[in-house]
């Protein structure tokens, strides 16, 4: 009786597939949440460097990208950024479209953009590195 009444407080989707929950949720959350803790320092360097290198020209701001330890912190700056993007607008269309066809291709479309992105953003940053 008791596994029947369970059964009844189910879902219908749930009945069907018999899944449940998809156990996603607490990896998704603590990389949400290591991203931001991440990007903490790494924003604040970022905004103060910067702010250093006002008035300087461009040959000082690629050898100022040309710094190992910069070129690093770059490359960690821009995955932290969107990977923790990422995560946000994937809650976002999880939460609000409503329909399985369209959120299946935005949540592909963002995943796709910030790999891209991402990718684009740390070639630049090495390329400069290097002395391209």
């Not at 407080?9 to 449940?20: D, K, N, Q």
């Not at 949540?107 to 002395?131: E, M, P, W």
Request: charge should be positive.
């Amino acid at each position: 009786m008791a596994d029947k009444t369970f059964r009844s407080m189910r879902t219908p989707l749930a009945r069907v597939r018999g899944l449940g929950s998809a156990k996603e949720g607490v990896h998704h959350w603590w990389a949400q949440r290591l991203t931001a803790l991440a990007l903490v320092p790494l924003t604040l360097w970022f905004v103060v460097s910067v702010a250093g290198l006002a008035g300087m020209d461009h040959a000082a701001a690629v050898a100022w990208i040309g710094s190992p330890a910069v070129s690093v912190l770059l490359v960690l700056l821009v995955t932290a950024t969107f990977w923790h993007a990422q995560l946000g607008v994937q809650v976002v269309i999880e939460d609000y479209v409503h329909s399985e066809a369209v959120k299946l291709v935005a949540l592909i479309a963002v995943k796709f953009a910030a790999v891209l992105l991402a990718i684009a953003s740390i070639f630049a940053v090495l390329r400069l590195a290097f002395g391209g």
